[in-house]
């Protein structure tokens, strides 16, 4: 097997891996078998990311070959445009989220049920929410094709994996969110764009 298709499996792996151990049923599984654990459980799960993710990092960067695509010329100014979306999408995100339970430490404080899960039980549609469901996913797959400005084959297949995943992801995320909250996220889903914001319509009459 090539390296570069070695490469694709291996965020594939771990893209599944990650959506595995946030499923509803993985989580619900670690409450009830494992009570004494659930308080830790968001904080071991975003470690176990950061700490699978740097071989694949060092794989990919060990296979770095000729530029296939690249935003050169004219093209500089849109990329870096849309870095600077991307940087607003993380920082509006940041504003509307609860960062300690996303990351895991407002769990260690309190009870813990469903694994310490970060969905609230009152809907936010404030702020960034308000003019998008899902800005982090935007950002990253914003980010993931403007991270740099050259793409060997390496780059491209970690962009097109990851891109998949995010995408794959936030379906599967949206299906937690109707779970949790019906037919008022069903009625947010159909004013609220998924992953990028568009300017909002005038109002007439």
């Known amino acids: 097997m090539s390296g570069l298709a070695l490469l694709g499996l291996g965020w594939a792996a771990w893209g599944a891996m990650h959506s595995l151990l946030i499923s509803p049923s993985w989580m619900r599984l670690i409450s009830v078998r494992f009570p004494r654990l659930c308080p830790w459980y968001r904080l071991g799960y975003n470690g176990l990311a950061v700490l699978t993710i740097l ?12 530029m296939l695509l690249g935003w050169s010329g004219p093209l500089f100014i849109p990329r870096f445009l849309l870095l600077g979306v991307a940087l607003w999408l993380f920082w509006a995100g940041a504003r509307a989220y609860d960062l300690k339970v996303v990351g895991g430490l407002a769990q260690l404080r309190s009870g813990c049920t469903f694994a310490g899960s970060p969905y609230a039980e009152d809907l936010r549609t404030s702020g960034i929410l308000g003019r998008v469901r899902h800005p982090w996913y935007g950002g990253v797959l914003i980010l993931l094709w403007t991270r740099t400005g050259a793409f060997d ?10 891109s998949l995943y995010v995408l794959v992801g936030a379906r599967l995320e949206e299906r937690k969110l109707v779970h949790v909250h019906g037919q008022v996220y069903r009625d947010y889903q159909q004013r609220t764009p998924m992953f990028f914001p568009w300017p909002r319509r005038r109002r007439t009459g």
């Not at 084959?153 to 990851?162: F, K, R, Y």
């Open 55 to 66: 071989p694949l990092l060092y794989f990919k960067n060990a296979l770095a070959g000729e």
């Open 153 to 162: 084959a390496a780059e491209l297949i970690t962009s097109l994996v990851l």
